[in-house]
C-alpha cells in the first residue's frame, strides 16, 4: 500500500520510479542499471535485505546520487550510520506527499 502509493505521489511530481517489491530485487536491478538512478528512495524494513544494507551495497558499487530512508521508526538507526552511508534525508511514516518532495529536493 506504503509503496504504490508512494509511487503514484513521485509520478505525479514528474519523477520516473522504478519500483521493486523487496530488497534483492532493487539491488539486482541498481547492480544492473546503477548510472540509471540518480535517488534511491529506501525502506529501512524491506523484505529479503534491509534498506541500510542495499544503501551499504549502492555506496560500496559506486552509486553516488541521493539516498532517502523511509521507516515508521529510526531509533534502530544510529546516526553514525547515516552518516557512513550517506543517507542525506529520513523521512518518518506515515508522511504526507508535500513530506516526500521537500525530501528528495533537500538532499539534491
Do not use: C, N
Request: hydrophobic share 45%; proline share 4%.
Amino acid at each position: 500500500m506504503v509503496a504504490r502509493s508512494t509511487t503514484i505521489v513521485l509520478r505525479r511530481f514528474g519523477h520516473t520510479v522504478t519500483h521493486a517489491g523487496d530488497g534483492d530485487t532493487a539491488w539486482s536491478i541498481l547492480r544492473e542499471r546503477l548510472r540509471y538512478f540518480d535517488v534511491l528512495l529506501l525502506d529501512v524494513l524491506m523484505p529479503r535485505m534491509s534498506g541500510t544494507e542495499l544503501a551499504r551495497h549502492a555506496r560500496a558499487a559506486g552509486f553516488r546520487g541521493l539516498i532517502v530512508l523511509m521507516s515508521g521508526r529510526f531509533t534502530e538507526l544510529h546516526p553514525s550510520t547515516q552518516t557512513q552511508l550517506g543517507i542525506h534525508t529520513l523521512v518518518t511514516k506515515p508522511f504526507l506527499p508535500s513530506d516526500l518532495e521537500r525530501a528528495l529536493h533537500q538532499g539534491a
